[in-house]
């Protein structure tokens, strides 16, 4: 993916979807799927409150990807944390998500994990969990 196909600017910037393993640059953030991000600018649009991106893609390196035998849903470019402030920004989120094409949905306390991977006899879809 090149940086002229960004097209999500002001709401989301490719550096906001960047890996934080420490050692990836800024544009790894465009590894995210167009697909994704343009649900999620959607979704952002129709909600009140701005979505902040705890982890967007993640390399192999990423310390949460290095214990996977396989590459997650951040690695692939379908999925990303969105942090929830609010215990009403966490219920909107989670209400939401399937809505917008989000299929996978994983609930913690201050975030909520989304992603619209398609068919993947590895990771079934439709799915929701908690993080404990």
Request: with cysteine; glycine share 8%; net charge positive.
């Amino acid at each position: 993916m090149k940086a002229k196909y960004w097209t999500f600017e002001p709401l989301f910037k490719f550096s906001e979807f960047m890996c934080k393993c420490g050692k990836c640059k800024v544009d790894s953030g465009l590894n995210m799927r167009i697909s994704t991000i343009t649900k999620l600018e959607k979704m952002r649009r129709d909600a009140c409150f701005p979505f902040v991106i705890n982890s967007g893609w993640r390399c192999a390196k990423h310390p949460e990807e290095a214990k996977k035998k396989e590459p997650g849903t951040h690695y692939l470019g379908y999925g990303l944390d969105v942090r929830v402030s609010t215990p009403e920004q966490r219920k909107w989120v989670l209400d939401n998500a399937e809505k917008y094409g989000f299929h996978g949905i994983g609930k913690g306390l201050t975030f909520v994990h989304l992603d619209d991977l398609g068919f993947d006899s590895r990771v079934p879809r439709p799915a929701q969990w908690d993080y404990s």
